[in-house]
């Protein structure tokens, strides 16, 4: 067939697909939206594997530098599964410690909040009045709060309340059968990574320009390092604040040391606006409970922030990503505004990626004006 042939009939075709796409978009959004549900379990089994690859490759080094010394030869497919069971034994015994010491000691904290509040809420309102704000929605409000009206109401409810939860029970249970069809296809991934990347770099050397290859190797090794660097850096730096933070409150007896421990190490995550977000929060709970412990709380928070980024965090997870406070702030914001909480902690290193593929296209192109000039 002539080129210029197979080119109008291409253009012909897209333009015919294009039409049919737009004239039955209800039916192809349906369709979009049945694929992503069925192949949502692969795309959180690939994320999961990309997320518990980052230790197994610690596990991997840490056997293979043992073999060495044992001048040994080293089995890859023994040590990956030996790599992959202590990751998953590691991830089981962090869930273990969550679920047995830091939930209930996090219940008891948000209960006692809670009857704080409800103790407090006349002084404040009265203090508002005092300031002449109004404060009518409010009471009427706490007023509406009434035990036993909530009673009633859910005994009369309770036909709809028993389809809720079996409604609720039923999409739980395919959910959980879901997230576990994603662990093990994140296993079969985990266990045949290595497999699997020399078949995409097979297929890709197959149907790809050598130079275009490349820059696809080059990009997909760059999110790897980027991203694991980030994810280990970022999961040590949350841990070793957090308990330091825990430490320290309870050594000074400041109250809810628990929950802004674990506050400080979730919000660790994003660097620079986490620490300035935990510190408020933290001083905000100090203020309701005991006024004159506030400027204590801020004290404590910012010299153990201070020790944290000046002797730990340099040593332990280094730069990290490597961006700057302004870069930082500005993938939080469009991270946030996009996806919520993960938005904000994987644009941090998506944005590192892109600036550092910048950087070296502005490099080449700064190499190329000055070989065109000397020449």
Known sequence: MDKKLKHNFLLVAFGVALYAILMNIGAVYNLLGNILKLSLPVVIGFVLAFIL??????????FFKLSEKLKKEPKKKLISIISLCLTLICVIFVIAI????????????????????????????????????DTTKISEWLSSLNFETLIGKITNSA??????????????????SQFLISIIIAIYILLSKDKLSSQIKILM??????????????????????????????????CILGVLIFISFSIFRIPYASLIGVLTAVCAFVPYIGAFASCFVGAFLILLVNPSQV????????????????????????????????????????????????????????????????????????????TLSQE
């Open 98 to 133: 969550i679920a047995t010491m830091l939930i209930p000691e996090l219940v008891s904290s948000i209960e006692s909040l809670y009857k704080l509040i409800v103790k407090k809420a006349p002084e404040w309102i009265e203090m508002l009045k005092s300031y002449d704000i």
């Open 205 to 238: 050397d197959a149907h790809l320009k050598k130079k275009t290859a490349d820059k696809i190797y080059h990009i997909c090794g760059l999110i790897n390092d980027t991203y694991s660097k980030f994810l280990s850096g970022q999961c040590i730096e949350a």
């Open 295 to 370: 400027v204590i709380c801020v004290i404590v928070y910012l010299v153990v922030q201070f020790i944290e980024n000046q002797f730990i965090y340099p040593n332990v997870v280094g730069t990290s990503v490597g961006l700057s406070p302004l870069w930082t702030l500005i993938a939080v914001l469009i991270g946030g505004s996009l996806m919520g909480l993960f938005g904000m902690i994987f644009f941090i290193p998506l944005c590192a990626v892109l600036l550092t593929l910048l950087k070296e296209h502005t490099n080449r192109v700064i190499e190329k004006k000055k």
């Open 53 to 62: 690859n980052v230790p197994m490759k610690g596990f991997e080094k840490l």
């Open 159 to 176: 036909g709809t309340i028993i389809t809720s939860v079996v409604g609720f029970a039923s999409s739980a249970v395919s959910g959980v």
